[in-house]
């Protein structure tokens, strides 16, 4: 695999970070993560936008522009012949003595590309949906900034497979927040409600574009919190990733969702998802 470090383009192996990397030391970096499908970016430009969003939220000087970094991952989907998978980005405040006021300024950021081969359209979990289980949000507070603390999420994955399930879905202070690497959604008589943007989760890329083709194929939504009990009396559910697209999820905490199927209205959402992202695609 060729991975990109620092403006060079290198062999996974040779690809070097220093061991007083701040990403490192402090988890001070952010990232991105955007899906390629036939060869081109999914929705780059949102991906974009966002990460500039967290650089400037925590101060962080932008290792280049947007146009050289769409050049960089082209470049990286050109050297590794990627058809599907995805495009994970890194971008560090850089090395410097272990402190915990920011280092000086000047000092240069850290940009880090790689890929992973995935097959994601043609997904078998779509098919069968997922089974998730609740688990109490305990991340930070600035979870609309896409940092790369992601050890929370991580033990609650853990959480999930000990519990033989696929993922688990946090709450705070009685109400769903989201998935552990995902927004959350249930639908209840045609009705879609999924959490209104906030500190409190991420803003998902995903999200947007399904919210906005939901509205535009005449669906109801409603943006607000839900509790687990809700999401155990809805007609379906479903979550939606760059990563994952939009994928059913049909038992929280036990209890199985209608008739324990992925619903008619995720599974209508996925294909429009697909569709129109196939389309747009740069
Ligand atoms: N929420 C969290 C906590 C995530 O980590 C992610 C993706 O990694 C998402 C939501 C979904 O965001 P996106 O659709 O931009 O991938």
Known sequence: RIVYVNGEYLPEEEAKVSVFDRGFLFADGVYEV????????????????????????????????????????????????????????????????????????GTAPTLVLFHQEKVIAESPAAEKGIRVISIPDARWGRRDIKTVQLLYPSMGKMMAKKAGVDDAWMVEEGMVTEGTSNNAYIVKGGVIVTRQLGTEILHGITRAAVLRFAREAQMTVEERPFTVQEAQAADEAFITSASAFVMPVVEIDGARLGTGT?????????????????????
Not at 73 to 93: F, S
Request: net charge negative; with cysteine; proline share 6%.
């Open 34 to 105: 955007t899906t390629v499908l036939g060869g081109k970016l999914v929705d780059f430009a949102g991906h974009a936008k966002r990460l500039w969003r967290s650089m400037g939220e925590l101060e962080m000087t932008p290792p280049c522009t947007e146009e050289e970094l769409l050049a960089i991952h082209r470049e990286l989907i050109a050297r590794n012949g990627l058809e599907e998978g995805m495009i994970y980005l890194q971008v560090t405040r850089g090395a410097a003595d272990r402190d915990f006021a920011f280092p000086p300024e």
């Open 262 to 282: 992925p619903g008619p209205v995720a599974t209508r959402l996925r294909e429009i998802y697909i569709e129109e992202m196939r389309k747009a695609a740069v």
